[in-house]
């Protein structure tokens, strides 16, 4: 069974950069067929896709994001990682990590595995 | 302003059917596969169904879904209190070039 864990600090300053580190077990960041995604949701409101990174280390990142976003994989720890620059009360969210599958004929791609989210507070 | 769009509630009562759209256009679900997810609160989202129309495992046949030109429905049958939650759909947009989701839709069993 695949798992995934997100971690990182709970609260970022207004203009700092937020991490986050997700642990992945019961699969290999560098092998198979899998992206890795990241996606958040602030309080009350609907899913954003943030981006992905694939086992080749290719990224795609979400255009409105305005190239704050980093995805990077550790495969040493089989982690991968987020990192959001500048962030405003606007970059509150929970963040959830997640692997994500190709669908049929690759016209699409879902998320089978999702991490527990955590919570990610913007505040001076 | 999320780029897949939904009606932001629904209900119904159990035992009935309940509807939910999502419409986007050429370069999303015209061009790609339609993904639902159910999410209760405080929780991951979960695969409901995949490929327009496939049932994630574990899925009961009470929940299908359809896509036609760049329009999606998931349709549930059969309400159960227990279907209260929210539903998102969502696709790839290969002129953004990333996933995006719909703004979900809050289901109430009455």
């Known amino acids: 069974q695949v798992q995934l864990q997100e971690s990182g600090p709970g609260l970022v300053k207004p203009s700092q950069t937020l991490s986050l580190t997700c642990t992945v077990s019961?699969?290999?960041?560098?092998?198979?067929?899998?992206?890795w995604t990241w996606i958040r949701q602030p309080a009350g409101k609907g899913l954003e896709w943030i981006g992905r990174?694939?086992?080749?280390?290719?990224?795609n990142y979400n255009p409105s994001l305005g190239g704050r976003v980093t995805i990077s994989t550790d495969t040493s720890k089989n982690q991968f990682s987020l990192r959001l620059t500048y962030v405003t009360a606007a970059d509150t969210a929970v963040y959830y990590c997640?692997?994500?599958?190709?669908?049929?004929?690759?016209?699409?791609?879902?998320?089978?595995?999702w991490g527990q989210g955590t919570l990610v507070t913007v505040s001076s | 302003q999320s780029v897949l769009t939904q009606p932001p509630s629904v209900s119904a009562a159990p035992g009935q059917k309940v509807t939910i759209s999502c419409s986007g256009s050429?370069?999303?679900?015209?061009?790609?596969?339609v993904y639902w997810y159910q999410q209760f609160p405080g929780t991951a989202p979960k695969l409901l169904i995949y490929?327009?129309?496939q049932r994630s495992s574990g899925i009961p046949d009470r929940f299908s879904g359809s896509k036609s030109d760049t329009a999606a429905t998931l349709d549930i049958t059969g309400l159960q209190t227990g279907d209260e939650a929210a539903y998102y759909c969502?696709?790839?947009?290969?002129?953004?070039?990333?996933?995006?989701f719909g703004g979900g839709t809050k289901l109430t069993v009455l």
């Open positions: 050429s370069s999303n679900i015209g061009k790609n596969h």
């Open positions: 490929d327009n129309n």
């Open positions: 969502a696709t790839w947009d290969s002129s953004l070039g990333a996933g995006v």
């Open positions: 019961g699969d290999s960041v560098n092998s198979g067929s899998y992206y």
């Open positions: 990174i694939y086992t080749t280390g290719s990224t």
């Open positions: 997640a692997r994500e599958v190709c669908g049929g004929d690759c016209y699409g791609y879902y998320s089978d595995f």
